[in-house]
């Protein structure tokens, strides 16, 4: 079995070198992540890859998300101050914050605790009034821009946004076959995507959250692949249980028969660091002995420092885990010699 490695691209590797080199190690697929791409540029970005490289291209959706907008830097809310939340495109201040997509504002309720930057800042909301509410500081935090946002209770959002949609008709003018369904909740929301996109369309459903790990076998079963973001798992679940929900999605999937990928800090620190830890080539190690079909590179090759050696990483640390499995192989093989001519 071949493992699979993908590459996210963005600003660090959206270059005609990177694309070239990325190329030549033959990167299985190249995702284009539609929340970190605005609409008008996915068109361009899709010709633009075409032009350098024959790897296929997956459009990955931003599916029901809620994230801040542009935010000036060095933006910190600080407890007990007031934030005005919109559905206007502003620039984010520690005073105004914009909520999207605008029809979040429908689910927010007197008493909403909002997350910002998932680890950053906590407000809870004291007002709602159409498209803006008004917010109150619960902990202090850095917000930056484009950042994902938690609320709770849960908003009901669609599993495809109205950015998504558009998306879609664009990839299907352009012949692209692979989709990422991110959020996915139930079997129903892979079967409207496929409707969707092109016929014969491969589909890979992302499993990210607490309904979608609940719902997993339908999910699975609806599926062409699934794909385990551990980043936005982590949002929902407690850190120290993401581990062994990856390997329970990877038994599951396996038993399906249904190839099963990872993604999120396989590599983290090589985002600034040429060098990996051994802490990441372990995790890398066991994600591979889980019996998962593929890897995948998000900020490290979107917006690390160097694409192209994160990806060497990463296919180093596959052929070490295909050397192992092959003397594993021939040392069980000596042993059972042994035992028949014993």
């Given at each position: ?16 070198d ?12 190249f ?17 633009f890859?075409?032009r ?5 291209i ?19 809310l ?17 005073r105004?914050?914009?909520l ?42 850095r ?14 959002l ?11 008709e664009?990839?299907?003018?352009h ?21 969707l ?17 609940r719902?997993?076998d339908?999910?699975?079963d609806?599926a ?28 599951r ?13 396989l ?7 040429n ?11 066991n994600?591979l002995?889980?019996g998962?079909?593929?890897l ?7 917006v ?5 050696g ?25 042993a ?7």
């Amino acid at each position: 079995m071949k493992i699979r490695v993908f590459c996210t691209l963005g600003p660090a590797s959206l270059k005609p070198d990177v694309i070239r080199q990325l190329d030549e190690r033959e990167a299985d697929l190249f995702r284009i992540n539609l929340s970190h791409t605005p609409l008008e540029a996915v068109e361009s970005t899709i010709e633009f890859v075409r032009r350098l490289s024959s790897t296929p291209i997956c459009l990955d959706s931003e599916g029901p998300q809620v994230r801040c907008g542009i935010v000036d830097p060095g933006v910190e809310l600080v407890a007990k101050k007031e934030v005005r939340l919109t559905a206007e495109a502003i620039r984010g201040t520690e005073r105004e914050l914009t909520l999207r997509p605008p029809s979040v504002f429908d689910e927010l309720q007197i008493g909403s605790l909002v997350g910002i930057d998932f680890h950053g800042a906590l407000l809870r909301v004291t007002d709602v009034d159409g498209g803006r509410a008004q917010g109150l500081v619960v902990s202090s935090g850095r917000v930056g821009s484009n950042k994902a946002v938690t609320i709770e209770p849960r908003p009901a959002l669609p599993a495809l946004s109205e950015k998504d949609l558009a998306a879609i008709e664009i990839g299907a003018r352009h012949g692209i076959t692979h989709y990422a369904l991110s959020f996915a909740s139930n079997a129903e929301d892979v079967t409207r995507l496929r409707s969707l996109a092109p016929s014969g369309a491969h589909i890979i459903a992302k499993i990210e959250s607490r309904e979608g790990v609940r719902n997993m076998d339908e999910i699975i079963d609806a599926a062409d692949a699934v794909l385990i973001d551990r980043g936005d798992l982590s949002h929902e679940i407690a850190l120290e249980h993401v581990p062994f929900y990856q390997k329970a999605i990877a038994r599951r999937a396996n038993r399906w028969n249904r190839p099963v990928y990872v993604a999120t800090n396989l590599l983290e620190s090589m985002v600034t660091s040429n060098v990996p830890t051994i802490a990441e080539a372990n995790d890398i190690a066991n994600t591979l002995l889980d019996g998962v079909h593929g890897l995948v590179l998000a900020a490290e090759t979107a917006v690390g420092i160097d694409p192209v050696g994160s990806v060497d990483m990463v296919l180093r640390a596959i052929r070490a885990f295909e050397q192992a499995n092959d003397l594993q192989l021939q040392e069980e093989d000596r042993a059972q010699t042994s035992v028949e001519r014993g």
